[in-house]
């Protein structure tokens, strides 16, 4: 399988564009070698501009809940680009948008649609601290939340794939603000608010994190997030960019019982197309700006285009759709795990509906460091060898996979095959 395009293609963008990438997760950093630029997708596949067919877990890092070029999605953007691309005003389509959300997540009584998850967190972030009226931050060590200033502590996805402790231009004065933990860790979490106490604005969370690959929430840990913060005043966002309605039609929070104060997205709510949201209780969203005192603006939020693909999609979310794509997934994963002991490789598997990872040299992955004690090197070798048998995985060890309604049980079927060939000659 030759990719001699791609490696022109790159050396090419590297001239123009700072690592030749638009964003350092397509880096290749975790996994070495080059990007590989793709061309199209149709399905569960990717074709790149060599010509080569892959199937792909990747699904654009997950909003391709029905697989690329989904026909229902692509024809209501060319419908919506032939009336228009954007127009800077108000559009029903953004009420529609906005409805549909509040129907899917019970914990959203107002929305507001931006273009970017980073801008989600971002806003939320600051929407929580005007509430409050205080300044202190808490995040979960290894769960990203976009790079504004103050979430690039300890951060995951690039940030960890590329071993960045931080980053130049985060001024230490904010960094200070945010207060970092153990992911699943409740006695940890007790621990700061008691110190603590009066002073945090709010606890951001990945309710299922996927940016230092898939790890689910231990029972009753995120029961805690909810009870630590109701007591002592703080704001509880769930930052469900990824998993809102992935995991579930009404995300995370869904799938797992519990209620946060506000709640960012992303990913599906666009069809693929760059978008973002935040929203939650009435009384807090009565904040922003115009409505409040705390400011958020953008110029091209509730893009036309991503509101019509975003409603191509959230249409026709039903409990058919989640019971289809966990069980591909757990058919992958369970295949997997059984193909790579098969072969004598330690491995532990993590999923949760539609996202999940496999972990080398590990016998459980739920936090930050067991994360980081995972055999990264194995899974290059593992990454690389799949892409040669036509299967593309997240380039990293640090990011969770995707399946869609497009990976049927024939597409699973010769992904397994691949991975067993694999298996026995790394």
């Known amino acids: ?66 697989g690329h070029a989904d026909e229902q999605v692509v024809n209501a953007v060319v419908a919506q680009a032939k009336r228009g ?50 300044d202190l931050l808490v995040k979960f060590a290894g769960c990203y939340h976009g790079h504004s200033d103050s979430l690039l502590v300890k951060a995951g996805s690039g940030v960890l794939t590329l071993g960045i402790p931080g980053s130049p231009g985060v001024p ?3 960094a200070e603000l945010t207060l970092t933990l153990p992911f699943n860790d409740v006695e940890a979490l007790k621990a700061l608010f008691a110190k603590q106490a009066g002073r945090i604005a709010a606890v951001i969370v990945e309710p299922v994190a996927g940016n230092m690959g898939c790890i689910p929430p231990q029972p009753g840990f995120l029961e805690a997030l909810r009870e630590v913060t109701e007591k002592d005043g703080a704001v509880l966002i769930f930052d469900e960019v990824m998993s ?48 409040g005192g705390v400011y958020q603006a953008g110029t091209l939020s509730g893009n036309p285009l991503a509101v019509a693909a975003g409603l191509a999609m959230l249409e026709r979310l039903d409990t058919s759709v989640y019971a289809q794509i966990d069980s591909a997934t757990q058919t992958l994963i369970d295949g997997l795990a ?20 496999l972990f080398f040299d590990a016998d459980e992955v739920s936090n930050y460091d067991h994360v980081a004690n995972t055999n990264a090197e194995k899974f290059s ?46």
């Open 338 to 357: 059984e193909r790579a002991r098969a072969a004598g490789h330690r491995v532990c598997t993590n999923n949760v509906c539609g996202m999940f990872s």
């Open 1 to 66: 399988m030759t990719r001699e395009t791609s490696s022109e293609l790159i050396a090419r963008a590297r001239n123009a564009i700072p690592g030749g990438v638009n964003s350092p997760v397509r880096a290749f950093g975790g996994v070495g070698g080059d990007p590989i630029f793709f061309s199209r997708g149709e399905g569960a596949y990717l074709e790149d501009v060599d010509g080569n067919r892959y199937i792909d877990y990747v699904a654009s890092w997950g909003p391709m809940l029905f």
């Open 172 to 174: 230490a004065a904010i």
């Open 244 to 291: 809102g309605f992935r995991v579930a039609r009404g995300g995370a929070q869904e799938r797992f019982g519990v209620t946060p104060d506000l709640t960012t997205l992303g990913k599906i709510i666009g069809g693929g197309l760059p978008v973002g949201a935040f929203g939650g209780r009435a009384d807090i969203m009565a904040h922003v700006a115009p409505e």
């Open 85 to 134: 691309l954007g127009f800077g005003a108000p559009t029903e389509a953004e009420t529609l948008l906005a409805e549909k959300v509040i129907e899917c997540v019970p914990s959203i009584d107002k929305v507001r649609m931006v273009s970017s998850g980073t801008e989600a967190t971002m806003s939320a972030i600051r929407l929580a601290r005007g509430f409050t009226g205080r």
């Open 381 to 426: 070798r593992f990454f690389h060898a799949m892409l040669d048998q036509g299967v593309y995985l997240a380039p990293s060890a640090f990011e969770a996979g995707f399946v869609s309604t497009a990976h049927t049980e024939d597409v699973i079927k010769t992904t397994l095959d691949a991975a067993e060939r694999v298996f026995s000659e790394l």
